[in-house]
């Protein structure tokens, strides 16, 4: 039988490869990008970046008071973050356009698996109002890079 802390272990590292994917995503976005004209965009990843490795160190430590095991890598099967995957492509171009596209549909992985999250029963209210905190940063990036994107329409 699963106990309740063991489901909000899993729950955390699923957002922990979430926020893992994140990274890779925008650290491949920060290395397609060309230099001439899109520092702002290689900032505002690497802010980006920066934000998911603070998530996870915050959700690992939680981790740690429910005495489990921090998730490792990325979600390999990317059965939440799979936009990410194609980043690859879109970016040898370093068309911006695509590039925000490619990041809004990230954002909005993210954003959903957080209310998801959020939503589960079984999560303590401490833990929900961490990852409360959590969602309302990515909320606030996804509306950046909205923002961004329908500046390129």
Request: hydrophobic share 40%.
């Amino acid at each position: 039988m699963e106990t309740a802390d063991n489901k909000q272990v899993e729950i955390l590292n699923d957002l922990i490869q979430i926020n893992n994917d994140r990274i890779a995503g925008y650290e491949k976005a920060i290395d397609g990008l060309e230099d001439e004209g899109n520092e702002d965009l290689k900032r505002l990843f690497r802010h980006l970046v920066n934000n998911s490795v603070d998530y996870n160190e915050t959700l690992e430590k939680q981790i740690g008071l429910l005495d489990g095991e921090p998730a490792l890598g990325t979600s390999g099967a990317g059965k939440l973050y799979r936009a990410w995957m194609d980043f690859k492509a879109l970016i040898t171009g370093g068309d911006r356009a695509a590039i925000l596209e490619s990041c809004i549909t990230g954002e909005e992985t993210a954003i959903r698996a957080y209310k998801e999250a959020i939503a589960d029963e079984e999560l303590a209210s401490d833990l929900q109002h961490v990852l409360n905190g959590q969602l309302a940063e990515l909320q606030q990036s996804y509306q950046e890079i909205t923002a961004l994107r329908k500046v390129l329409e």
